[in-house]
């Protein structure tokens, strides 16, 4: 059975920093583009980064630009999301994902979804 597993989420003050890990099996991914979508509630499922199979490739949304940064370690199986400077509007459910194909930013591309890890943001 495939699973992708998200840890690290917790509760930080704004200005402070956490790191998500996201680690794979039941199968490698080692060839599969990675991703990080995000949700708030009431809020629609968003966007946040992705990486390439191979890491030379990285992507992120305007709103995390500079603050986040997005990894890989092919030989854990493992996607990491390093988040700095965090603010009360990154407070969310964040999602781990993949999928066979080149990064993209639409939810309806990724194959894989984890099961969430919140982060909470306070002001």
């Known amino acids: 059975q495939v699973q992708l597993v998200e840890s690290g989420g917790g509760l930080v003050q704004a200005g402070g920093s956490l790191r998500l890990s996201c680690a794979a099996s039941g199968r490698t991914f080692i060839s599969y583009t990675k991703g990080w979508f995000r949700q708030a509630p009431g809020k629609e499922r968003e966007f946040v980064a992705a990486?390439?199979?191979?890491?030379?490739?990285?992507y992120y949304s305007d709103s995390v630009k500079g603050r986040f940064t997005i990894s890989r370690d092919n030989a854990k199986n493992t996607v990491y999301l390093q988040m700095n400077s965090l603010k009360p509007e990154d407070t969310a459910v964040y999602y781990c994902?993949?999928?066979?194909?080149?990064?993209?930013?639409?939810?309806?591309?990724?194959?894989?979804w984890g099961q969430g890890t919140q982060v909470t943001v306070s002001s």
């Open positions: 994902t993949a999928r066979s194909s080149s990064p993209s930013g639409k939810r309806e591309d990724y194959d894989y």
């Open positions: 990486i390439s199979w191979s890491g030379a490739g990285t």
